[in-house]
């Protein structure tokens, strides 16, 4: 099994910063990519950023020039620096990893979300 903690998240106003951590731990033999989604209430989840092994990343329209990904591979942790943080970036985030582990079979894990609220 492969684990995601998060961490980073609170409350903070306009204009403000936040950064998100995510650690993976156990059976891991290699994680491919690590990306973070958010879901706000009554709306689906949707991918906020993805990093992946070489380093190429992807990001929501709605977040460029504003949030960076990053990860150490030697940590297993992915982060997720947010500058000029909106109201409507107000949202529960989920840290995701997929990759191979010990045994070679593909996982695909989540993490237990860490609420990210803007205010005006």
């Known amino acids: 099994q492969v684990q995601l903690v998060e961490s980073g998240g609170g409350l903070v106003q306009a204009g403000g910063s936040l950064r998100l951590s995510c650690a993976a731990s156990?059976?891991?033999?290699?994680?491919?990519?690590m990306g973070w989604y958010r879901q706000a209430p009554g709306k689906q989840r949707e991918l906020v950023a993805v990093?992946?092994?070489?380093?190429?990343?992807n990001y929501a329209d709605s977040v460029k020039g504003r949030f960076t990904i990053d990860r150490d591979n030697a940590k297993k942790t992915v982060y997720l620096q947010m500058n000029s943080l909106k109201p409507e970036d107000t949202a529960v985030y989920y840290c995701?990893?997929?990759?191979?582990?010990?045994?070679?079979?593909?996982?695909?894990?989540w993490g237990q979300g860490t609420q990210v609220t803007v205010s005006s």
């Open positions: 990093i992946h092994r070489g380093g190429s990343t």
């Open positions: 156990g059976s891991i033999f290699r994680i491919n990519a």
């Open positions: 995701n990893a997929e990759g191979l582990d010990r045994n070679v079979r593909r996982f695909d894990s």
